[in-house]
């Protein structure tokens, strides 16, 4: 038997002002870095003993992850950070703020940007500030202009099916701290979530799931504080 413990990054200076936040860097706030020491002891009190540990090359993800390994007693587990985990990019939407998007554009449009399946939002333009590709942090890498949810689950499951599976396979207990689409990627993948019903499943932040797994197979999944 293994474990699986995902975990979206706790809120983030953009969740705080609902704003577009993608593949830009933002920091956590106080209530995120709260959030996520209550997960760490969350998973301490459970006795939960990670033995390794993934996240993505966003600080919002890597502080969380730090965090709730601090919070274990656990800093000296194995991380890898791989791009692959990182948010879904939302192109030319990213930094605007939600409410005055829907204002502009209507709220049916703004809808099928953020919640549709496959429909990416409009591409990031050449020039914008919020351009990362020249970024060393993802030096050859073919940065998207934008991505919708299934283009996220296209990056995201192979770096899992490369990286973490072999760590189930062998039994461990791995933790993936990262965001919500590329966990939304996952949970589809991992509890066969059709493509219409993935859109509307919300992931609360610095909120641990745990899924029991038969080697690669997930077997149940819960809330920890649930289970």
């Given at each position: 038997?293994s474990?699986?413990?995902?975990?979206r990054?706790?809120?983030?200076?953009?969740?705080?002002?609902?704003?577009?936040t993608?593949?830009?860097?933002?920091?956590?706030t106080?209530?995120g870095?709260?959030?996520?020491?209550?997960?760490?002891?969350?998973?301490?009190?459970?006795?939960?003993?990670?033995d390794?540990?993934f996240?993505?090359?966003?600080?919002?993800a890597?502080?969380?992850l730090?965090l709730?390994?601090s919070g274990m007693?656990s800093?000296?587990?194995?991380?890898?950070k791989?791009w692959?985990?990182?948010?879904r990019?939302?192109?030319?939407?990213?930094?605007?703020?939600?409410?005055?998007?829907?204002?502009r554009?209507?709220?049916?449009?703004?809808?099928?940007?953020?919640?549709?399946?496959?429909?990416?939002?409009?591409?990031?333009?050449?020039?914008?500030?919020?351009?990362?590709a020249?970024?060393?942090?993802?030096?050859?890498i073919?940065?998207p202009l934008a991505?919708?949810?299934?283009?996220?689950?296209?990056?995201?499951l192979?770096?899992?099916?490369?990286?973490?599976?072999?760590?189930?396979?062998a039994?461990k207990?791995?933790l993936?701290?990262a965001h919500?689409n590329?966990l939304r990627?996952?949970?589809?993948h991992?509890?066969?979530?059709?493509?219409a019903?993935i859109v509307?499943?919300?992931?609360?932040?610095?909120?641990p799931?745990?899924?029991?797994?038969?080697?690669?197979?997930?077997?149940?999944?819960?809330?920890v504080?649930?289970?």
């Amino acid at each position: 038997m293994s474990e699986l413990i995902l975990v979206r990054h706790g809120q983030s200076a953009w969740n705080l002002e609902n704003r577009f936040t993608g593949w830009w860097d933002v920091d956590l706030t106080e209530q995120g870095v709260a959030e996520a020491r209550a997960a760490g002891r969350l998973l301490a009190d459970k006795r939960l003993l990670i033995d390794t540990a993934f996240t993505s090359v966003q600080t919002r993800a890597i502080r969380t992850l730090g965090l709730i390994l601090s919070g274990m007693d656990s800093l000296w587990v194995p991380v890898v950070k791989d791009w692959r985990f990182n948010e879904r990019h939302y192109g030319g939407l990213t930094g605007l703020d939600k409410a005055e998007t829907a204002a502009r554009h209507g709220e049916e449009q703004v809808r099928i940007w953020r919640r549709s399946f496959d429909v990416p939002p409009p591409p990031m333009e050449a020039g914008s500030r919020f351009d990362v590709a020249q970024d060393r942090r993802y030096a050859g890498i073919d940065v998207p202009l934008a991505e919708s949810l299934k283009d996220t689950i296209a990056r995201v499951l192979p770096a899992y099916t490369a990286l973490v599976e072999p760590e189930l396979a062998a039994g461990k207990t791995v933790l993936i701290a990262a965001h919500g689409n590329s966990l939304r990627a996952l949970i589809k993948h991992l509890s066969g979530i059709s493509d219409a019903d993935i859109v509307d499943l919300e992931i609360p932040t610095g909120r641990p799931i745990l899924y029991r797994m038969d080697g690669v197979k997930a077997l149940s999944r819960a809330y920890v504080d649930e289970g």
